[in-house]
């Protein structure tokens, strides 16, 4: 099983800040199916990047996603209000298919 | 619209059975691979298994095999996530995601809105 560590677990910011979330993998993942999803709360989680790099539909440009291998990078270049949110990355691979990281919680500072 | 619409929310004791549900509208729903996840109280997102609703073909994450059973009718195109026997760990909120694949890759594009399932004596 791949198992996807997040970090850090919470991280606190203030909007305009930029904000690093890091998802590292026990063995190299393909990029093509890695993926990163927003949660707020009381609503299902929302798909934001694909394919490690690719923003889904209507996801704003101030998102990013990066790296390869066993190291990808989730980048929001300056937080609005509503970014507020905990991130998952998810990988596709060998069995089980589908993995989630464990989550970094983005929090008003 | 594409949407996926999730039965409501249900409250069992241990040790009763209980099938959910998910409704796709919108898209061929045999043309693609539904998966239920789970997520407890305060909890991450866990994979339980998934279902090609075209062929029946299920797999499970070794956490749930044996535990829950996936099934579909695309007739009706809708998915079902099925205990026999809930515990009172099975509380949690579940719920169905629609994969897409392209080219060389592939992620959750739809979710459910979400079942929440508390199990209580």
């Known amino acids: 099983e791949i198992v996807l560590t997040q970090s850090p677990g919470t991280l606190s910011l203030s909007p305009g800040d930029r904000a690093t979330l890091s998802c590292r993998a026990s063995?190299?993942?393909?990029?093509?199916?890695l993926a990163w999803y927003q949660q707020k709360p009381g609503q299902a989680p929302r798909l934001l990047i694909y394919?490690?790099?690719t923003r889904a539909t209507g996801i704003p440009d101030r998102f990013s996603g990066s790296g390869s291998g066993t190291d990808f990078t989730l980048t929001i270049s300056r937080l609005e209000p509503e970014d507020f949110a905990v991130y998952y990355c998810?990988?596709?691979?060998?069995?089980?298919?589908?993995?989630f990281g464990q989550g970094t919680r983005l929090e008003i500072k | 619209e594409l949407q996926l619409v999730q039965s409501g929310a249900e409250v069992k004791k241990p040790g009763e059975s209980l099938v959910i549900s998910c409704k796709a509208s919108?898209?061929?729903?045999?043309?693609?691979?539904i998966s239920w996840v789970r997520q407890m109280p305060g909890k991450g997102l866990e994979w339980m298994g998934r279902?090609?609703?075209?062929?029946?073909?299920?797999n499970y994450s070794p956490s749930f095999q044996g535990h829950v059973t996936i099934s579909a009718d695309k007739s009706i195109s809708t998915a079902y996530l099925q205990w026999t026997s809930l515990m009172a760990s099975d509380t949690a909120m579940y719920y169905c995601?629609?994969?897409?694949?392209?080219?060389?890759?592939?992620?959750?594009?739809?979710w459910g809105q979400g079942t929440l399932v508390t199990v209580s004596s």
């Open positions: 995601t629609r994969r897409h694949y392209y080219g060389s890759g592939s992620y959750n594009d739809y």
């Open positions: 919108g898209y061929s729903f045999s043309s693609y691979w």
């Open positions: 279902i090609d609703p075209g062929t029946s073909y299920t």
């Open positions: 063995q190299s993942v393909s990029s093509s199916y």
């Open positions: 394919g490690a790099s």
């Open positions: 998810q990988q596709y691979g060998s069995s089980p298919p589908i993995t």
